[in-house]
């Protein structure tokens, strides 16, 4: 905890200087919060590669985390977009089946849209892998057991997705378990990847699949390319239309976590002085 809290703290450090005078001198508050959320990535990128130079004595910690160049890694992320697309689109056309929802014709601006959630998917897909299941979770097994450290990762990665009104987090509050549930099957996707050369893993599946899960739903989302007819309740569906938020989406996130779980090696103990 005291080496969690020292690291967010430098990040603060390093960011807040840059991101005050942003909030105060930008105009449009999205714009706004675009500039300063791209700013403390990248400073966390920075930062990382420092830490893991003074801190471990680690000069790639960037690998270490997961991130690497390599044909099996651009494997992973494939296979991770497919299994993420094909999960997202099973959930809807089963509600479709059961006759819960109903399909719309596509918008006339589709080809957008495809193009715009792959940019989202890839973004959001890597930035959330490194965050939770590159640093935090190789921080945590420094120290603690995988099992302890695979539970608390994916609750912290649950938790701060509920950063909002507490009206909102009470309404929403069905779709923790599918949070909690992602982050346990994304850790298993990050250690399926592990050789003996890397014991780390690679985080090009996990990254494919959050990126997968993400995009689809972006596009059935943004296209608006579904219709929920209420003939049945939101526990069900997802509340908001979100799967991860209803019984249906945790049912398909089971069956992608049996996938995952068949993926994974032998057990091999990551070396932390190891680069």
């Not at 056309?93 to 109903?102: D, P």
């Not at 990050?190 to 739903?217: C, E, F, M, Q």
């Not at 398909?252 to 090696?265: D, F, S, T, V």
Request: aromatic content about 12%; overall charge neutral.
């Amino acid at each position: 905890p005291v080496r969690l809290g020292l690291f967010v703290i430098l990040l603060l450090l390093i960011w807040l200087p840059l991101a005050i005078p942003i909030y105060w001198l930008g105009g449009d508050p999205n714009w706004v919060s675009i500039i300063t959320l791209v700013l403390l990535y990248c400073q966390f990128l920075v930062l990382l590669q420092w830490w893991g130079k003074s801190v471990y004595g680690q000069p790639r910690m960037w690998r270490v985390c997961g991130l690497e160049i390599s044909r099996r890694s651009g494997e992973g992320l494939l296979i991770g977009l497919g299994l993420g697309w094909v999960g997202v689109l099973g959930i809807f056309a089963i509600a479709t089946w059961l006759g819960w929802l109903r399909w719309e014709p596509f918008p006339a601006n589709f080809p957008i849209i495809l193009m715009e959630s792959l940019l989202v998917s890839l973004g959001i897909g890597f930035a959330e892998e490194l965050l939770f299941r590159g640093w935090l979770l190789e921080e945590l097994r420094r120290d603690y057991s995988p099992v302890k450290s695979l539970w608390v990762s994916s609750v912290i990665f649950a938790l701060l997705h509920f950063i909002k009104p507490w009206e909102e987090i009470v309404r929403t509050w069905l779709q923790f378990p599918g949070l909690l549930l992602l982050g346990i099957i994304l850790v298993w996707a990050k250690d399926a990847t592990r050789t003996p050369n890397n014991p780390h893993g690679s985080l090009g599946l996990a990254i494919g699949l959050h990126g997968g899960l993400v995009g689809a739903y972006y596009i059935i989302n943004v296209g608006e390319l579904t219709t929920n007819l209420g003939t049945v309740p939101p526990w069900l569906t997802g509340i908001d239309g979100k799967p991860l938020a209803g019984l249906l989406g945790l049912l398909g996130l089971g069956a992608i976590a049996i996938i995952i779980r068949q993926l994974n090696p032998p057990s091999t103990k990551p070396d932390h002085n190891r680069d």
